[in-house]
């Protein structure tokens, strides 16, 4: 009897639940899907995570292929962003870019995401002792500056993208904890979490079935704007000599590289299409991501 | 107010020896043995042990941790370059004043424009001016600092040659390093003065105002900007924090010989005493300004004097 109750409840729950889902996402949908900005921004996206997936479609030429009686060609049909010092076509150098930077800002976001929504979450959830040792370390990390957190890190640690990786995590995962903890808070005493916890759900099941996807809101937008973040700090670790090494087209070490022709004017598409793919990219992120919170919170659009 | 003062250095306390252990934990971690880096290449195995023995580098790790921290409390003592044997002080603070100027000229820059032009969209929301400045500051959160500085040289020096390319010896040397490196704040203090703008002046206060007939520039400068301005505070601390993190990247950049120039070359030269010193001055730096901020706040926010101006704190 008592079991066949509790399945009862536990179906009727189930299926509010998620039509209630269904109805919060779609409504967020049609919100992005009225915004032109985040619906453009959402398309540049989707082109460079297709040059990611498959940069052999788009490049001419493989990212190391050099040729040295074809060094300095101004961007023309063939060669559309030119060709850098040691012959090497700078289109399908970016081209392979896409891949490295969007897996260092997507991976390192996935990391501070996890680690991050882990400690801000018992931060919110458990309050008293543990909170406050939580947000005391945050508050440490945070009070480095991030790149300066990330250089001191990548540093210690030596070059190449694992370290990058972890160092980006660090830097991201005091701020991320923050916000998943302001987030898990503002449903936390809810009547439903109550509810829940009445019929005896356990700490674990409260947070990730009850808590967590009513916050999810904020901590997407964030996880967004996060990932454009990482792509930048990538991009300046790498530029200063930290991060990914050279041959890697990594955009930011293409920049290094470049940095020795700036004052030649004749060879300006060396230090300019890099560039400009980090800031296509950031930008779309932040379109993106911008859309997002209005999408999730209509109110914070004036 | 003494007392939310007190309470604020207080707490800054334990935070710093935070920020201290973690530089620590990074100098530890790095890779080379201190000692054998500072005997030189051509030291003997018992020159090195006894430099060894001389650094302390022998003792436990908690009682090299309490000793670095005995250093920096009482002399600032961040230890020694491995490339020129000096105090890595020394040579950070022969460097420090060309970063606080670069950085000072750009949080001004940046504050000034960011507000004005916050407002102006604010005001104007959804006209012409507000698209474009919103877009201006949308662009410029995106643009890494470090290729925008490689363009404005491209464009102002090279193309133009209006300014120099590198090097500050003439104030025209500023120009581009300064409006480099206070782009991103300028775009972030933009975007910010215009949404808390937009917040207050939907609020019932300002339509009182505006009902008491009184001028729109009292209203907006008295009345709007007045309750708009806490979290634009806080986002200029913020900024001049990431702006003195973005000085290591645009004084690469332009060659301009500060702290960050000379971090960056000491990455190169693996000189690592001199990289994590400098992290850890930058954030003791930045702590500081943050607490200036903290008590700023006090002054502006009349609900923080009150707190303690009734002698207990409430509850919230």
Redesign the interface.
Same mark, same amino acid.
């Given at each position: 009897m008592h079991t066949e109750a509790m399945e009862r409840l536990n179906k009727k729950k189930k299926n509010k639940s998620q039509d209630k889902a269904v109805g919060v996402w779609a409504e967020v949908a049609y919100r992005l899907s009225r915004n032109r900005a985040a619906v453009f921004g959402l398309v540049i996206i989707l082109i460079l995570v297709l040059f990611a997936l498959f940069p052999q479609a788009f490049a001419g030429y493989g990212y190391d292929d050099q040729d040295y009686s074809r060094i300095f060609i101004a961007p023309c049909a063939e060669h559309p962003m030119g060709t850098d010092d040691l012959g090497r076509d700078i289109f399908s150098r970016v081209v392979y870019g896409t891949r490295i930077s969007l897996s260092v800002g997507l991976i390192s976001m996935l990391c501070s995401l996890l680690l991050g929504g882990l400690l801000g979450s018992l931060s919110a959830v458990n309050g008293g002792v543990s909170d406050n040792v939580i947000m005391r370390i945050c508050d440490v990390f945070m009070s480095i500056p991030g790149t300066l957190l990330a250089i001191s890190i990548c540093a210690a640690l030596g070059t190449g993208m694992t370290n990058l990786i972890i160092a980006i995590t660090i830097a991201l995962v005091p701020s991320f904890s923050r916000t998943v903890r302001a987030a898990i808070l503002t449903v936390k005493d809810q009547e439903y979490i109550e509810a829940a916890r009445a019929i005896g759900a356990s700490k674990a099941r409260l947070i990730l079935r009850h808590m967590f996807p009513n916050a999810l809101g904020p901590i997407i937008v964030r996880a967004t704007l996060d990932v454009a973040g990482g792509i930048t700090t990538a991009a300046a670790l790498s530029f200063i000599g930290l991060g990914v090494a050279p041959p890697t087209p990594e955009w930011g070490c293409m920049l290094t590289q470049a940095k020795q022709y700036i004052t030649s004017l004749d060879k300006w598409y060396i230090v300019v299409f890099p560039g400009v793919m980090i800031m296509i990219t950031v930008f779309a992120l932040n379109l993106f991501g911008d859309g997002l919170r209005d999408a999730f919170d209509p109110r914070s659009k004036n | 107010m003494a007392k939310y003062i007190g309470k604020r250095i207080l707490m800054m306390i334990?935070?710093?020896l935070?920020?201290i /252990? +973690? @530089?620590f *934990? &990074? !100098?530890h971690? $790095?890779?080379g043995n201190p000692a054998e880096l500072l005997a030189g290449e051509g030291a003997t195995d018992e020159a090195v042990a006894a430099l060894e023995e001389e650094l302390g580098l022998n003792d436990p790790l908690y009682v090299q941790f309490f000793n670095y921290v005995k250093g920096i409390v009482t002399g600032f003592d961040l230890g020694t370059s491995y490339q020129t044997k000096r105090p890595v002080i020394d040579e950070l603070m022969d460097r420090f004043p060309t970063t606080a100027k670069l950085a000072l000229l750009s949080i001004i820059i940046s504050t000034v424009v960011g507000i004005t032009l916050g407002i102006i969209s604010a005001v104007k929301?959804n006209t012409i001016i507000d698209h474009i400045s919103t877009g201006f500051a /949308? *662009?410029g959160?995106? &643009?890494?600092a470090?290729?925008?500085g &490689?363009?404005l040289?491209?464009l102002f020096s *090279?193309?133009l040659k209006w300014l120099p390319?590198s090097g500050v010896d003439t104030w025209t040397g500023w120009i581009l390093p300064a409006f480099t490196s206070s782009m991103v704040g300028m775009a972030t203090i933009t975007r910010m003065t215009r949404?808390s703008m937009?917040?207050v002046l939907?609020q019932d206060y300002i339509v009182t105002a505006r009902a008491k007939g009184l001028s729109e520039k009292i209203i907006i400068v008295k009345h709007a900007l007045k309750n708009a301005l806490i979290p634009i505070i806080t986002v200029v601390g913020i900024q001049l924090?990431?702006m =003195?993190?973005?000085a +290591? =990247?645009t004084e $690469?950049?332009f060659s301009i010989p500060g702290l960050g120039k000379y &971090?960056?070359d000491s990455?190169?030269n693996r000189d690592?005493p001199v990289?994590?010193g400098g @992290?850890l001055l =930058?954030?003791i730096v930045? $702590?500081l300004v !943050?607490l200036l901020v903290d008590i700023i706040y006090a002054y502006v926010d009349p609900r923080i004097k009150s707190q303690y101006s009734r002698g207990k704190k409430r509850a919230d």
């Open positions: - | 334990p935070v710093l935070g920020v /252990l +973690v @530089v *934990i &990074m !100098n971690i $790095s890779p929301q /949308l *662009i959160v995106s &643009m890494p470090f290729w925008a &490689m363009m040289i491209l *090279i193309y390319v949404s937009l917040e939907c924090g990431t =003195l993190g973005g +290591v =990247l $690469s950049v &971090m960056v990455i190169k690592y990289v994590q @992290v =930058l954030a930045f $702590s !943050n």
